[in-house]
């Protein structure tokens, strides 16, 4: 499962391509999201697939979006918005609003060099045209839900993350379901994608 999630996005590029075509979406515009990795405040992505009982979801966001900051918290102040957005994170029945289904998170799984990951202690020297002097911290969330009646997820709801995280300004969602494949950006105002 961890694997169809790693090649979810090159498998959805094209369609994401297409949707953006669709829409009239050149995106020659300063903030252009030909690539899925780049990293821009107030931008989310979030890979989904569900398979029988099983559904995976891997969240990643810039740090800003989630925390507020993106270095390393040295202050009390810095040091609680930390844990509290860690604290949120490590509940995502109610971020990803799975009230049918009978859905039980088996995994969670949070990454960033502010949580203290001894497997981030790299530098992130990216090319960003941001004046922050390297320090683009990110943050990563993988979790597995068991959903023993998986047939009744009929949608992801997003609002409460948004509502949790309001820097978040959008999510760029790519899902494989019972259904196919689907690309879509997610707001505050249209939170809700269908499986």
Known sequence: MRHLLLVLPFALLPLAAAQAHENGHDHDHEHSHDSLGAHEHGVASLNAALD????ELQLESPAMNLVGVEHAAKSDADKAKVAAAKRELEQPISLFALNSGD???TQVE?????FGDADHDHDHDHDHDHDHEGEHSDIQ????FECAKANELK???LAELFKRF???EKIQVQLIGPNGQQGVELTPAQPRLSF
């Open 52 to 55: 029988g009982n099983l559904l």
């Open 166 to 168: 309001p820097a978040t």
């Open 141 to 144: 969330a993988h979790y597995r």
């Open 155 to 157: 949608q992801l709801d």
């Open 110 to 114: 949070l990454e960033s060099p502010l």
């Open 103 to 105: 859905c039980k998170a």
